[in-house]
């Protein structure tokens, strides 16, 4: 039994087809056989053979009753006298010189007459009787004539030219269905080859691997299910991966916030001090220095907020979660911080609930508006829309700024520590950090506006989903 499924589908054919052919080319030949049987020329052959048999019986009695009748003295003979041999017929001479007691010799025209001849001394006796109508030597002819045509019919083998061409002709039919199968066969083998290959490409661990599609049948339904879990499997150790390596950034932040502390405490004993002996030197001097210390350790305080929000892990609550007045909220609340952009909303009505985190989908909406809004600037436009996209709920933020260049897109979601006024650098790893959390992900998507847009996706509510758990 072949292992692949062209070699069986092959053998399937074989089985299939090789009995009732068989069948067929027998049953059409023996019905061949008796028709052939049928034909004229046997006939022929039959009744040549039958008057052969009745000329030879009607010969051998004219001869009997020739022989009688002349022994009774019935009729009289023709007399040939000796010595006068040289005015004989020739065949009386030619009985002569045989030696032979009698002959039987046919003459006249078409052999209708019988001559028996006999000798007496040298004197030969010759007694002659018409045969009737029937030639003698016309019948003979006739009958070589069936002869040949009998043999001339025999020759042509009919019956091997029918069965030649039969066979011929079931041979090629078969070869052409074989040619035909064997080429499906291929057809539906390739791609299955293909996409065992694939499964095991993937299987060793290489997820960038995808099969190309190139029909509709089930086949190409299948390899694309296969592309799109490939494609699912290599989200999602990208996400690991991200995931792991949040982890030991988180690590190294805890351990900042932690040394900023240290340092931060001592800095505001000593300037406790300093104000308390304020009366003992320049006041004024004291007083902008105390300003100068008091901000910087403002300043300090406000990153070690922001590490140590990178650094918490939360809780999650996933629940069903509206995101489309979520968004609405988000964006009511930036319409009053934020007046001088403009805002607008474009939400899918029929947008299904997401199954999510509250609160962490809050943190990311406000820092992608936020980044937006201070993006686009002064009579700016940020635009906020939901959507279903590929069975998932999907919010975008796309702003009218400057956009992003590449070398900010290779590393935005990666937490860097930033001194710039107003930002630590690290607000789009902790937005990615808690959309991964609520089930989703952060990616980037090409802009309406002119500048960037992320798109926030998070998991849909299903119906049988149990919105306690
Ligand atoms: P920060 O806390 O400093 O805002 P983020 O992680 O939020 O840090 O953003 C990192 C950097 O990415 C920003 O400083 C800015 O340069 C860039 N960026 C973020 N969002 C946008 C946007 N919508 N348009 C242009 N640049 C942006």
Same mark, same amino acid.
């Given at each position: ?38 034909? +004229? ?9 039958? @008057? ?28 040939? =006298? ?15 010189? +045989? ?7 046919? $003459? ?63 041979? $090629? ?30 299987? +060793?661990?290489? &997820? ?24 699912? =499997? ?11 390596? &949040? ?12 040394? =900023? ?31 100068? /210390?008091?901000?910087? /350790? ?9 590490? +140590? ?6 809780? !999650?609550?996933?629940?069903? @979660?509206?995101?489309?007045?979520? !968004? ?5 609340? &930036? ?25 962490? !989908? ?6 992608? @508006? ?58 789009? $790893? ?14 980037? /998507? ?24």
């Amino acid at each position: 039994m072949p292992r692949s499924l062209r070699g069986r589908l092959i053998l399937l054919f074989l089985v299939a087809t090789i009995p009732p052919l068989g069948a067929t080319l027998w049953f059409t030949s023996s019905l061949l056989e008796r028709s052939l049987s049928y034909a +004229s020329t046997r006939e022929l052959d039959e009744i040549s053979r039958a @008057l052969q048999r009745l000329g030879r019986e009607y010969y051998r009695q004219a001869q009997d009753s020739l022989r009688r009748d002349a022994a009774q003295g019935a009729i009289e003979p023709q007399r040939y =006298l000796p010595g006068r041999e040289a005015s004989w017929p020739a065949e009386v001479r030619a009985f002569q010189e +045989s030696g032979e007691t009698e002959r039987f010799v046919l $003459s006249g025209t078409n052999g209708d007459r019988l001559n028996f001849m006999t000798r007496r001394g040298g004197e030969v006796r010759v007694w002659s009787r018409p045969l009737g109508s029937v030639g003698m030597e016309s019948l003979a002819r006739q009958y070589r004539q069936a002869r040949t045509l009998v043999d001339a019919g025999n020759q042509r083998n009919l019956r091997r030219g029918f069965t030649l061409t039969l066979l011929l002709l079931a041979l $090629s039919v078969w070869l052409v269905g074989f040619a035909l199968l064997a080429y499906l066969a291929s057809r539906v083998s390739r791609p299955i080859r293909e996409l065992t290959a694939a499964l095991s490409e993937l299987a +060793s661990g290489n &997820l960038a691997v995808r099969v190309s599609v190139d029909r509709e049948d089930e086949i190409g339904e299948a390899m694309r299910a296969f592309n799109r879990t490939a494609e699912e =499997l290599e989200q999602n150790r990208a996400r690991l991966v991200y995931l792991a390596q &949040l982890a030991s950034w988180q690590a190294l932040a805890r351990k900042m916030a932690h040394e =900023l502390k240290n340092s931060l405490t001592p800095i505001r004993l000593t300037m406790e001090e300093v104000l308390a002996r304020a009366g003992e030197s320049d006041p004024a001097f004291i007083q902008q220095a105390a300003q100068i /210390v008091g901000e910087e /350790v403002e300043t300090l305080e406000r990153r070690v907020r922001a590490f +140590s929000e990178f650094a918490a892990e939360p809780p !999650v609550r996933p629940g069903v @979660l509206d995101v489309n007045a979520v !968004v609405e909220e988000r964006v009511a609340f &930036l319409r009053t911080g934020r007046p001088e952009v403009r805002y607008t909303l474009r939400l899918d009505p029929r947008l299904p609930a997401a199954h999510t985190d509250e609160d962490l !989908v809050k943190g990311v909406l406000t820092n992608l @508006l936020e980044n937006a809004a201070e993006a686009a600037g002064q009579g700016g436009e940020v635009l906020g829309r939901t959507s279903l996209v590929n069975g998932k709920v999907a919010v975008e933020v796309h702003d009218s700024g400057p956009g992003l260049s590449e070398d900010v897109r290779r590393s935005l979601f990666e937490p860097a520590i930033s001194f710039k006024k107003g930002g630590m650098g690290l607000g789009l $790893s902790i937005a990615r950090k808690s959309a991964l959390l609520a089930g989703g992900d952060i990616l980037l /998507v090409k802009g309406e506006l002119g500048g960037a847009a992320f798109r926030v996706v998070l998991p849909r509510y299903a119906a049988e989903q149990n919105p306690d758990s």
